[in-house]
């Protein structure tokens, strides 16, 4: 990889002491690194080790007129091609999320335009806390990546999350992020989950989508510079980094909000699993047990949902549009069926007979259709490394198209 910049911030957590062997993996890698440090992070990690380690002053007080003769720490946030705060505190991220610039790193956190990238580190239940749950979502939703916790003892004497990555995988993720921005320009749709159609206040007709492969999509597209809005159904997942997503239910709320969000879609990927049909009159109540005649049960009468896709093909325009199919038995022909019927220019085509692919799992094997018959083959693989071979995938037919 080509050498970049990047500032490498540590906060005041006992995992500091792992800073100079992070630094030393950035380097190996060959970036150049600066470090700055919060006032109390030298308690924990030596400003001295730092500075021998990257021959450059470590930046820690805003206001030492040696250390900001020309407004240093502006200079250092402008140029950073990454930040990363490693350990990050609760205390630190709380600042950040709430743009508190009352020492050094705080300035230089909201001064740069550099992707940021935060290594959490703290006891299991500050990270639990709901407080830092909260600013965890903000930050996120502000395009902050994280990598780890990790889960384990922690140095409290606590066991769970709250262990700071790997200085390895701390550097492999600076990597991905430094990485191609390949669909830096595109705007990506993506559909993920089950929808839940209502039969009465309370009960649902719904599917056992996790989400677990469209917010992968969502995730690998944002980490290739796309801007992503992710269009989710019933799922527990958090959203993905710099992903702007909209919760919906019902297969008539998503067509909506894909609909909604169609016009800036350069690319549209439907990984939802929508219901087919629906209860025609869903009742605004509870359904109550005494109501029904025991004996008779009840009858729901089901019309057709919407075909989203079909209808997003419709009017496809310049876009690229990739449908999923949930095949059992004889998965290839009925895909190619499918991408026929529904008009897309990719089918992805998971067998949902198998035990470790399609539904609510966290590996897939698929086959990738394109419209002109080409099926190719992706072994059982993670979800994370399906997205990319589909992204792989999508990019291509884009360039060829564009050439
Ligand atoms: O969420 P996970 O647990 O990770 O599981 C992933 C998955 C199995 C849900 C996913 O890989 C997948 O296969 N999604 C599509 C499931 C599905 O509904 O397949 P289908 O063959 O019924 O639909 C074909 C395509 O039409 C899909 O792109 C679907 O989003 C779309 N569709 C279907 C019905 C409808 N009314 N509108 C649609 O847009």
């Known amino acids: 990889m080509e050498a970049r910049r990047i500032l490498l911030i540590a906060t005041s957590g006992i995992a500091a002491y792992k800073v100079p062997d992070l630094v030393r993996q950035l380097q190996r890698a060959g970036h150049e690194v600066r470090c700055a440090l919060t006032p109390t992070a030298s308690r924990f990690v030596s400003r001295l080790a730092l500075q021998t380690l990257t021959g450059a002053t470590v930046r820690q007080d805003l206001f030492d007129p040696s250390e900001e003769g020309e407004i240093d720490h502006i200079r250092l946030a402008d140029w950073a091609e990454l930040v990363i705060v490693a350990p990050a505190t609760a205390n630190t ?27 959490p580190a703290m006891n299991v239940n500050m990270w639990n806390h709901p407080a830092t749950q909260a600013n965890l979502e903000t930050l996120r939703g502000r395009g902050v990546r994280f990598v780890g916790p990790g889960v384990g003892e922690l140095a409290c004497g606590w066991e769970g999350q709250g262990r700071m990555s790997d200085p390895s995988e701390i550097v492999a993720e600076a990597g991905l992020l430094l990485g191609s921005q390949s669909l830096a320009g595109e705007t990506v749709l993506v559909t993920a989950g089950g929808t839940a159609e209502p039969i009465d206040a309370v009960r649902t007709i719904t599917n056992r989508s996790s989400g677990k492969m469209g917010f ?27 992903v702007k997503r909209l919760d919906v239910e019902s297969a008539l709320e998503m067509r909506n909000a894909v609909m909604q969000e169609l016009p800036d879609a350069t690319i549209v990927i439907k990984a939802a699993a929508v219901a087919d049909f629906r209860p025609e009159f869903p009742e605004e109540a509870k359904i109550k047990k005494e109501s029904l005649d025991s004996q008779e049960g009840i009858t729901l009468k089901l019309v057709t949902n919407p075909d989203i896709l079909a209808e997003v093909c419709a009017q496809k325009g310049d876009r690229t549009v990739v449908g999923f199919a949930a095949e059992s038995g004889d998965v290839v022909p009925a895909a190619l069926r499918k991408l026929e019927r529904k008009g897309c220019d990719l089918l992805v085509a998971n067998d949902i007979s198998r035990d470790d692919a399609g539904f609510n799992v966290d590996t897939n094997a698929v086959y990738l259709l394109s419209r002109g018959g080409e099926v190719e083959e992706v072994p059982l693989l993670s979800k994370h490394e399906v997205a990319r071979q589909i992204l792989d995938r999508v990019e291509k037919m884009r360039s060829e198209r564009s050439r």
């Open 216 to 242: 992968a999509l969502a995730e690998e597209a944002a980490r290739r510079g796309a801007r992503v809005c992710l269009v989710a159904g019933l799922t527990a997942l958090e959203t993905p980094a710099g």
């Open 93 to 119: 991220l709380a600042g950040m999320a709430h743009g508190l610039a009352e020492n050094l790193v705080g300035a230089v956190l909201l001064a740069t335009e550099a992707p940021v990238l935060a290594a």
